[in-house]
């Protein structure tokens, strides 16, 4: 069992960044790709970035590029999202999820724990 806790979601202008941070605990010995994934009212969830267990290999939603860096610490099991020039779309519960896989997916069936999810807003 792997067990995920995000923070750092909140209150944001259009324009500003955010930082949001996701700590593993548990079975955190075996190695696993991170994905965020966000999801808006009404809306199916969706992926938002991800990365590969050595950090080597990123991907990110096409709506995200250029303004979104997902990082991660495996000495500290952490992955990060750092959200750049947050526009009012970017609204919604962002998700930290952990892969069955070393190597960066973007599949949201091949992510089998979750985080209960932090919140973002973008007024505008």
Request: glycine share 12%.
């Given at each position: 069992q792997v067990q995920l806790v995000e923070s750092g979601g909140g209150l944001v202008q259009a324009g500003g960044?955010?930082?949001?941070?996701?700590?593993?605990?548990?079975?955190?010995?075996?190695?696993?790709?991170?994905?965020?994934?966000?999801?808006a009212p009404g809306k199916e969830r969706e992926f938002v970035a991800g990365i590969s267990w050595s950090g080597g290999d990123l991907?990110?939603?096409?709506?995200?590029?250029?303004r979104f860096t997902i990082s991660?610490?495996?000495?500290?099991?952490?992955?990060?999202?750092?959200?750049?020039?947050?526009?009012p779309e970017d609204t919604a519960v962002y998700y930290c999820a952990s892969s069955r896989n070393i190597g960066l997916t973007l599949k949201k069936i091949d992510?089998?724990?979750?985080?209960?999810?932090?919140?973002?807003t973008v007024s505008s």
């Amino acid at each position: 069992q792997v067990q995920l806790v995000e923070s750092g979601g909140g209150l944001v202008q259009a324009g500003g960044s955010l930082r949001l941070s996701c700590v593993a605990s548990g079975h955190t010995s075996s190695s696993r790709a991170m994905g965020w994934f966000r999801q808006a009212p009404g809306k199916e969830r969706e992926f938002v970035a991800g990365i590969s267990w050595s950090g080597g290999d990123l991907g990110y939603a096409d709506s995200v590029k250029g303004r979104f860096t997902i990082s991660r610490d495996n000495a500290k099991n952490t992955v990060y999202l750092q959200m750049n020039s947050l526009k009012p779309e970017d609204t919604a519960v962002y998700y930290c999820a952990s892969s069955r896989n070393i190597g960066l997916t973007l599949k949201k069936i091949d992510y089998d724990y979750w985080g209960q999810g932090t919140q973002v807003t973008v007024s505008s």
